[in-house]
């Protein structure tokens, strides 16, 4: 994965490290060759100076000079005055102008100059490595800021960058944050002209992302809210028509048993689009969770009594905020799934557990359990656990689960499946948030 | 002194600036269609880095010793097998990896070629960071050119970086088939400038014959000029190259336009573009 910071940040400080340094080069060198000329200069006016030396005074064979430069006069094959350090022959050929020579174990620049009015030949010599160690040092130090400035400058821009990039970010957070469930647009009140176009193509998705999926709802609620009618219809039927032949009959018993199931599906189907987001923020309430839990045990117990289950809850009363009604159906589909999937004469323990920040609803039986493979699918839309157990089936539709973590979700709750304290079976655990 | 030292810096941190560049646009460009083992992840290269350091560092403290050993040849015979090995690792990472997953035994060729980029840049480290330890410690070592040769030093380094770095983001916003062709040309030419670097070392320490100088470009280009170590830099350059060089330099490019990789980059059906 490339990052678009990293890109930035890392081509445009190398980019400015190119160009600023190949362009310290070029005034190096550039540079260099002006303090060459400069100390050309000053040679030829030393040359100049010297060349109107008293000469008479035995002292002038050994002038004192600074260990830099040299000088010699000559008229003719006669020295007439040197500098202390200047050798004994001449310092160069009798030739006017600039060139290099060798002595005293160093390489020395040389100026001749012939001085016609009082025929003498004035020679000036001047140490390079000292002259270019001199001009180096001048020059770097001009270097030196350029050098100490790029960490700061790769700062700044990496805090410029880090600030252009940010309605980048807030943008991928925005979109990071937005529940599953969130379908609402993205405001764009801090936007960048470059990124409107990406917000706008964002919201016309979401929106009609949206209308398909009301649509879709709609449908669905519709369907199961029309099918009621004909279905009661469907049961007075069945239930005259008990009367008038043998109740006991294969295909009459099958037939009720589908109708039974259907009737489930529709409730089911209703139940999941009933717990909207809209409805629940209305009707949301502190609730007694033991309280309610222990009224649908009460409902439900003849359920559990017909397989001869041994049921138990235990902990304290807790509040929680939650909507009544989508609480309860939490509830009955986790205890009539309990119920089903539970062996005759088995054992389901309800527990309410306060865990400080949260409050842990617990369910847990001793049936056959959920394989590790299907742990993460039974929460699916129609998703259901193959079993052996024909009683199970009936009239189960896949979608019980999938209505837990629905009303689960919209309580900011998180449901769990784990296995349980038995020898075998599963734990279904809910956690609310503790009110405060 | 300062010139000196941006030159020789440069001269050998561009020279592992390309390399890595190259070697980590492969990564880039085969993260998806070889193994995910650890190493094709970008960090392999900083590991490569710290231990070539850590080996750049033990090679110049012990030089005095290796130059010592083979007829006081030691040190020329040490480069020329880094070189060399460096040389047969680009081979084999061409030869062997896979170009994409359909290849067989993805998981164990992918192993190989992360070891081989390892290598190569470890070797590369060992090779130019050695070198410039040697130049930066003898030289700074005297009080007055202490801050020419750090200031040449930083920006010979500076340069070499940041075109390596140009170069890797050059390279990754090609479309996918042309940075694998042009990171694979400019890997043959780093490993026919091994090979020839290989075959020098060897001739100086009088263990490959000296053969006649196959061409003198010193007055065109002199190998001193900044185009000169530049040059040497990206492809070897060098004016006057003796025929074994030239021989050598060219059967690693042969090498490489031969091996399955190279074939993958030019048909258009083979692309990697589809693949990315």
């Given at each position: ?23 310290a ?5 550039s ?20 060349s109107?030396?008293d ?18 006069i ?33 390489r ?9 009015p ?8 001047e140490?390079?490595?000292l ?12 270097i030196l ?17 880090s ?7 807030q ?5 990071k944050?937005?529940g ?24 016309g998705f ?6 398909v999926?009301?649509r879709?709802?709609?449908f ?16 007075v ?7 008038e032949?043998?109740?006991n009959?294969?295909s009459?018993l ?5 109708v ?12 999941l689009?009933r717990?909207?987001?809209e ?38 009363s807790?509040?929680?905020e ?115 | ?10 001269r ?10 190259v ?39 012990y ?18 097998s880094v ?25 164990r ?6 070891l ?7 070797f ?14 003898g ?6 050119n ?33 940075s694998?062709r ?32 196959a ?5 065109v280009?002199?190998e ?36 399955p ?8 059906q ?7």
């Amino acid at each position: 994965m490339r990052s678009i910071r990293l890109f930035l940040i890392a081509s445009i400080v190398a980019t400015l490290i190119l160009f600023n340094f190949v362009a310290a080069l070029q005034g190096y060198q550039s540079s260099m060759n002006e303090a060459d000329i400069l100390f050309d200069n000053q040679m030829l006016d030393l040359a100049r100076l010297v060349s109107n030396l008293d000469v008479s005074n035995a002292s002038s064979k050994d002038l004192r000079l600074g260990n830099d430069l040299a000088f010699q006069i000559w008229s003719g094959e006669q020295l007439l005055a040197a500098s202390n350090n200047a050798p004994e022959q001449a310092l160069q050929n009798f030739n006017p102008g600039f060139e290099y020579t060798n002595f005293d174990g160093y390489r020395w620049r040389t100026f001749t100059r012939f001085e016609a009015p009082l025929n003498r030949w004035v020679i000036v010599a001047e140490r390079t490595d000292l002259r270019f160690v001199l001009a180096e040092n001048v020059v770097l130090q001009s270097i030196l800021p350029l050098l100490l400035g790029i960490p700061l400058v790769g700062l700044l821009i990496w805090v410029i960058v880090s600030h252009g990039l940010r309605p980048l970010q807030q943008l991928s957070s925005d979109l990071k944050n937005k529940g599953a469930s969130d379908l609402s647009p993205i405001l764009s009140a801090d936007s960048r002209i470059e990124l409107d176009q990406v917000i706008e193509s964002i919201n016309g998705f979401i929106q009609r992302l949206s209308t398909v999926m009301e649509r879709e709802k709609r449908f669905s609620a519709d369907a199961a809210h029309e099918l009621r009618t004909p279905m009661s219809a469907l049961k007075v039927q069945l239930h005259n028509l008990s009367k008038e032949i043998d109740a006991n009959d294969e295909s009459f018993l099958q037939l009720q048993q589908g109708v039974d199931r259907m009737q489930h599906l529709i409730e089911q189907l209703l139940s999941l689009y009933r717990a909207t987001p809209e409805q629940f923020a209305n009707n949301c309430k502190t609730l007694d969770l033991y309280k309610i839990t222990q009224d649908q045990l009460a409902d439900l117990y003849p359920n559990f009594e017909k397989k001869r289950q041994n049921i138990e809850l235990i902990g304290d009363s807790s509040d929680i905020e939650a909507d009544q009604f989508a609480l309860e159906t939490l509830l009955s589909n986790l205890l009539v799934n309990a119920n089903r999937y539970t062996p005759e004469g088995g054992e389901i323990v309800v527990g309410i557990h306060d865990l400080g920040d949260e409050i842990c609803l617990s369910v847990e039986d001793n049936g056959p359990g959920i394989p590790d493979s299907e742990k993460t699918r039974v929460f699916d839309r129609f998703y259901r656990v193959d079993s052996k157990d024909d009683s199970s089936r009936s009239p189960g539709c896949g979608l019980g689960l999938t209505i837990v973590s629905h009303i689960a979700e919209l309580h900011h709750a998180r449901v769990e499946l784990k296995d349980s304290s038995f020898a075998s079976g599963s734990a279904f655990c809910v956690y609310f948030k503790k009110k405060r | 002194m300062f010139l000196n030292a941006v030159v020789l810096v440069l001269r050998e941190i561009l020279e592992a600036a390309l390399l890595i560049s190259v070697l980590l646009v492969f990564t880039h460009l085969f993260q998806k269609s070889w193994d995910r083992s650890f190493v094709l992840r970008t960090s392999w290269v900083a590991y490569s880095i710290v231990v070539g350091c850590l080996g750049a560092a033990a090679y110049s403290h012990y030089t005095p010793q290796i130059s010592e050993m083979f007829d006081y040849v030691g040190q020329e015979i040490f480069n020329a097998s880094v070189h060399l090995i460096s040389f047969i690792l680009i081979l084999v990472l061409v030869f062997f990896v896979p170009s994409n997953r359909l290849a067989q035994r993805v998981s164990r060729r992918s192993q190989v070629a992360a070891l081989c980029m390892i290598g190569i840049v470890m070797f590369a480290i060992i090779r130019e960071g050695s070198e410039i330890m040697q130049y930066v410690g003898g030289i700074a070592s005297q009080a007055e050119n202490f801050t020419p040769v750090m200031l040449g030093g930083f920006i010979g380094a500076g340069i070499g970086v940041s075109t390596g770095v140009l170069l890797f983001y050059g390279l990754i916003n090609l479309s996918v088939s042309w940075s694998f062709r042009v990171s694979l040309i400019l890997l043959c030419l780093i490993a026919g400038n091994m090979g020839s670097q290989a075959v020098l070392l060897l001739t100086q320490a009088d263990w490959l014959p000296y053969t006649p100088i196959a061409w003198n470009t010193s007055a065109v280009l002199p190998e001193n000029s900044i185009v000169g170590h530049l040059l040497y830099a990206l492809i070897g350059y060098e004016a006057t190259p003796s025929v074994l060089q030239v021989s050598i330099y060219l059967l690693g490019i042969i090498l490489i336009i031969v091996s399955p990789l190279f074939g993958k980059a030019w048909p258009q059906q083979h692309s990697l573009a589809g693949e990315n």
